[in-house]
């Protein structure tokens, strides 16, 4: 798992603090499947006073999607659960149209069965 700390205006998202890694699978912009399955991943965004859209992509395919806005409420949070099959050395990232708040911005990936 891992979550953000600083400023995540840039494609792809960048995440900077690790929580846990069991497989050293989890790299600063993207996830790479160390084998065959099924996995899922949940992430969540934090728009604070703005629009903001993100992309759970595989391989560069947008496979999830979440819209939050904050500009009425200050903050919204928007998440996605997705499951995927994925081949050995497929990529996952979070794409995003703008800059995600740093506090409540973070994926999760599981494996859960080959």
Known sequence: M???SADTSSNPL??????????N???RTY??????GVYLFFWN???FQRRL???LQVNDQTVGR???DGRTANVDSSSNLVIVRLHK?????????GEADNYQTMISGYFLFP
């Open 2 to 4: 891992g979550y953000t």
């Open 45 to 47: 965004m934090e728009a």
């Open 25 to 27: 699978s989890f790299f």
């Open 53 to 55: 859209e993100s992309f």
């Open 31 to 36: 996830f790479q499947a160390p084998k065959d």
């Open 66 to 68: 979440t819209i939050g």
């Open 14 to 23: 960048i995440y900077n603090k690790e929580v846990l890694d069991t497989s």
């Open 89 to 97: 050395n497929d990529n996952v990232k979070v794409m995003h149209d």
